[in-house]
């Protein structure tokens, strides 16, 4: 019996190294390193101690899911090759290639963002095509229109701070540590969100664009107003205001597009009040909500292998360039040649 396509993933993007083993089985392996300890006393990611440590990370985690899956032969490479910052980019990029021509494996670059866009296919109740999603994290704020794999219409972004980037800004403001986001949101989980009026950014215009940047300069204002003693409300009341303009904007997107699923991925999609604040909604208007586990919000390799097993007709032999792009708009996407069957488990 011919064996399918087993897919080897890595992940080198920004702060978290990863590596991941998919086939048609499903997720054979995946194992994640972070490196928020190595960047917490910058209150940032510094992009040349990134790169240094996926050079050091990145061969021990593929030896490990490769250990853990049992040392399977695996028939081609997917790492991500945009978007992100670029020379962690091409830690990735560059062991790939390497591993291909010794391996003699096809390689594939795929999109970071296609990776989270399909992420919830890795669980056992997966979405139905079509469907829009949410993608949050701490670079990008999109609706997508979700009619097949690489069938994506772009309907509105953030047209200032992504909503990961202003959870980190508002943290920083209120004089938290870092990363700032989950540490916002802790905060927020004392707090009372009725206490600061935030402005909803943008519900007040038609369209599905996003804009936090003011919301960002409320807080700042609050805060210098004499707010500084209720941190817990001022954090609160933040992460309400996000999450009305997060639900409402799902909600146009729905309407809009005449979908009855919703997909929500990424960093910011593991916040629990977000989640529970959609469920509501989807009760109410009676649309289904698939969200990853909370280990595949954040950047990892089970998603790029993923991507990679979905996109296998795609690879070709020869020696691979070690190729990334630092910025790589998701419309240039085009559907694969062919798909493999669904995998039989997740």
Not at 97 to 117: D, F, Y
Not at 173 to 182: E, R
């Amino acid at each position: 019996m011919k064996q399918g396509p087993l897919i080897l993933g890595i992940e080198s993007s920004c702060d978290e190294t990863a590596a991941a083993l998919y086939g048609d089985c499903g997720l054979l392996a995946h194992a994640v390193h972070s490196q928020i300890a190595l960047h917490a006393d910058y209150g940032g990611v510094v992009p040349e101690l990134a790169s240094r440590d996926h050079i050091r990370k990145l061969i021990p985690l593929i030896d490990t899911v490769m250990t853990q899956a049992g040392a399977p032969h695996v028939t081609g490479i997917a790492y991500t090759r945009g978007p992100g910052l670029i020379g962690a980019l091409m830690v990735g990029a560059t062991v790939a290639a390497g591993l291909g021509m010794s391996l003699g494996v096809p390689v594939l670059g795929v999109h970071h963002m296609e990776g989270h866009l399909l992420s919830p296919m890795l669980e056992d109740e997966a979405p139905q095509f079509p469907f829009v999603a949410l993608l949050v994290s701490g670079g990008h704020t999109l609706l997508v229109e979700v009619r097949g794999v690489g069938r994506y219409r772009l309907l509105g972004q953030s047209l200032d701070d992504a909503v990961g980037e202003a959870f980190d800004k508002t943290a920083k403001i209120l004089g938290l540590g870092y990363p700032g986001g989950p540490a916002l949101a802790a905060l927020a989980q004392r707090g009372d969100g009725t206490q600061f009026d935030f402005p909803r950014p943008m519900l007040k215009k038609p369209g599905l664009d996003f804009s936090f940047s003011g919301l960002k300069t409320a807080v700042m204002l609050a805060v210098k107003a004499g707010g500084a003693g209720e941190h817990a409300d001022l954090a609160a009341s933040f992460e309400r205001a996000v999450i009305d303009t997060l639900v409402a904007k799902c909600r146009r997107a729905l309407t809009a597009t005449g979908c009855h699923r919703l997909v929500v991925a990424g960093g910011v999609g593991g916040n629990q009040r977000l989640r529970a604040a959609l469920a509501e909604q989807g009760r109410q208007d009676g649309f289904a909500l698939h969200f990853p586990r909370h280990a595949f919000c954040t950047d990892n390799a089970a998603m790029i292998a993923h991507v990679g097993w979905l996109r296998a007709a795609e690879m070709r032999p020869g020696i691979a360039a070690a190729d990334a792009r630092a910025r790589w708009p998701l419309t240039e996407l085009e559907p694969p040649t062919a798909t493999p069957a669904p995998a039989t488990t997740a």
